[in-house]
């Protein structure tokens, strides 16, 4: 788990990132949660959109895509989700 700290630096440092996976109407499926974790092991801290067309709570949606992918979800704001994981292979952020 995160502590408040920590999620404070990752919501700084995701505040430039533009997001990179939409979760629509048909929601989270199987197909997008590996390309999620895959880019996760990539890059460490991601957004993920939720579009309008998606009736799910938003907090719901964090938490599904959160369990399938063993991401740390650092915030929920708007139709934003902010998700990091530590990557094993291509460690870039250094956390508090």
Same mark, same amino acid.
């Given at each position: 788990?995160?502590?408040?700290? %920590? +999620?404070?630096? #990752?919501? =700084?440092? $995701? ?25 996760? %092991? +990539?890059?460490? #801290?991601? =957004?993920? $959109? ?47």
């Amino acid at each position: 788990m995160l502590t408040s700290k %920590e +999620k404070k630096y #990752l919501r =700084k440092q $995701s505040h430039h990132i533009q997001p990179i996976f939409q979760v629509g109407k048909s929601g989270v499926n199987e197909n997008m949660t590996t390309q999620i974790s895959e880019a996760l %092991e +990539k890059r460490e #801290l991601i =957004k993920v $959109s939720i579009l309008q067309n998606n009736f799910d709570d938003n907090q719901e949606v964090a938490n599904e895509i959160s369990m399938h992918t063993d991401a740390e979800i650092v915030q929920v704001i708007g139709n934003t989700v902010i998700l990091y994981k530590e990557s094993k292979d291509n460690k870039q952020i250094e956390l508090p």
